[in-house]
């Protein structure tokens, strides 16, 4: 075992030093490809007698011809191999690339708290989490239940992705294990498969990589199922334009890196919705749709079970079908019955666990009404006196006007998407498409609402509640088929103002993502997520601690997953710590005090004196006397001690030999 290292030993900053591609082995590996293809090139058309002819025939159906889709297929897919490899390979463009500036770790801090769920899964200890909220351990005593210490059950998350997650570990140690049985030692993959274990070569925590590079795959299934969905409510040609603009729209991109299941999200809400327009086909068709309706149920039921705020969407569902078809209410009934059978046992589940159904995820929704969500989660007592209507009316008020305000925003910054409210009003010669607009709208209301009900608690980047980025792909299409239909009645006749339009769409669409692959190829930057992210300063703290003893921190969610430790989020007063220490409702297994930037980088007085961690100030300060006080030495860490480490007693000095 060895104290934290020098931060420069794990190269966090900077990236190693461009190497020319003149002496890069990559470069003479790639020119000795080509080298090899040309030559078996010429000796196919030597050995074959190629003639003139038939060197024209392949040209013409190269340009014209049936090749002409499988080459845009092929430079499609050599674009989204290419931006992969930059994201998750380091690859970078010789010469022009300095370093290696893709993926950086996991940045969100529920899709890290998932991720820890999700390796206990894997490990055989069911849907348990190493994270503790102080209002879990409220909400039990509430219902007369005693702590679990060492299984303890997370009642806050939907299930489905952190099940698929473990699924994809056990995969990813699955192919792990077969390499090395077969002795074999591929670089390609080993960024994504070895051993789950913190080491000092794991800059960027193997399972990271695992959960984004998943999400992404999500993603691109996700706007496959869109294309076939344009498909049929326009033509092929504006599903290919619509799904060009999703490809390039940063916004799916960023979900998708932080590791949140929003793009599981996206693919089962895109699979829902087509499976309603399949419904609503057969119905103006006069044939059943039963099939596509319990198709529909069973979508819309595992996207629930991925994020509880979706059930706000399946209402908007019900409603819809309620309206559209007819006998009434029979397909509503299949709809409700197939969510209860899906829902209901794992509401069951919570019951038997916390005994609410709902588990303490609901408490979520007091955010911006009583206090933040930090703050609600962190406290021992929740703020439930006193919360009325009316001062939800104001808190509901407020998100649905800073919403609308920001609409551009949360719709990717995707020129054609906020064009739909404008398409609603465009009577659409198809049916199935004038009908369908009305349902995504009715959709979107009920998800407005739903997110102005729970909040949003993060201000700025990726939002864990927003389910604006769901409706972006069907928005996207009906503004842009508006969008084509008004240029057309422009009668602008030449096909190069026609390109020259749809680039200047392209371009204003894609512009945070162009400004995102110019930051990527620019000057080397951190490989971590700093602040507060150091996967392996994190991990030191597990050769401090026991597996039974615990830490409390404030990203705890970050100490189970990097330490594998369980981990207190850090009450809201220091009265609250004493008694669960001197009472020993946590069976005197808090040894630790984890501080990072999370608590110390906010304003001197505004947030550390008098903001949510005043009770802690003064070790977030550095500037207590720890004598008397249970946890009472003290180790900084790195970086510059932006983070500090207290404990029942020096567990470090040992180590640092």
Known sequence: MAAPPNPMAFDLFHA????LAATSWGFFIFFG??????????????????????????????????????????ILLAAIAFMLGMWFFDVTIPIISQSPNGFRGLSHEKAIEQAQIAREIQRGNGFSTKMVRPAALWQLEQHGRQFPIDRTPD???????????????????????????????????????????????????????????????????AVLVNYFTAKRLFDDRLAVLGMGLLL??????????????????????????????????????????IKWIIATGVLFSLLALTHGLTIWILAGVILFVVIYFRPLGREAGILAAIFLVFYGPWMARNYAVCGSPVGIGWYSGLEGVRASESEIMRSMELPLADVTPRIYRRKVQAAVLDQLG?????????????????????????????????AIALLWIFAVVGMSVFGMPEKEGVRANDLHVLFI????????????????????????????????????????????????????????????YIPPYIAILAEWTRSDEMIMSDMPWAVAWYADRRSLWLPMTTKAYIQLNDYDQLKGQIVGLYLTPVSG???????????????WAPFITRNVNVRDFPLHAAKALPMDGQCIYYSDRDRWTAHED
């Not at 890196?257 to 327009?277: D, E, V």
């Open 248 to 289: 390039l729209c940063q916004a799916f991109w960023n979900f998708a890196i932080s590791g949140l299941p929003q793009m599981l999200m996206l693919l089962l809400f895109s699979g829902g919705m087509h499976t309603l327009l399949r419904a609503v086909e057969a119905k103006n068709e006069s044939r059943s749709p």
């Open 16 to 19: 190693a030093s461009p190497v």
């Open 155 to 221: 009642t806050y998350h939907a299930p489905l992705s952190p099940f698929i997650n473990a699924w994809v570990f056990k995969a990813s140690d699955a192919v792990n294990d077969a390499l090395r049985k077969l002795s074999v030692n591929v670089q390609f993959f080993s960024r994504f498969v070895y051993d789950e274990t913190m080491t000092k070569k794991g800059i960027i925590f193997a399972y990271d990589r695992i959960i984004a590079f998943t999400q992404v795959i999500f993603f691109l299934l």
């Open 473 to 532: 792909p069907l928005m996207t299409f009906y503004g842009l088929a508006f969008i084509m239909v008004m240029w057309t009645r422009l009668e602008i006749h030449g096909e190069f103002f026609r390109r020259a339009f749809l680039v200047t769409i392209y371009l204003i669409s894609a512009l945070p993502f162009i400004d995102n692959f110019l930051d990527m190829i620019g000057p080397p930057k951190s490989r971590v997520q700093w602040p507060p």
């Open 33 to 74: 490809i080509l080298i090899v293809l040309a030559g078996l090139a010429y000796w196919l058309m030597r050995s074959h007698r190629v003639s003139d002819v038939h060197v024209q025939g392949f040209i013409h159906r190269l340009e014209q011809g049936g090749l002409v889709s499988w080459v845009k297929l092929a």
């Open 406 to 438: 920001k609409i551009f925003e949360f719709l990717g910054k995707v020129l054609p998407a906020p064009v739909f409210f404008v398409a609603l009003l465009h009577p659409f010669r198809r049916k199935e498409t004038a009908d369908m607009r009305w």
């Open 601 to 615: 980088n906010g304003a001197f007085i505004g947030d550390i004196v008098s903001g949510e961690y005043r009770e």
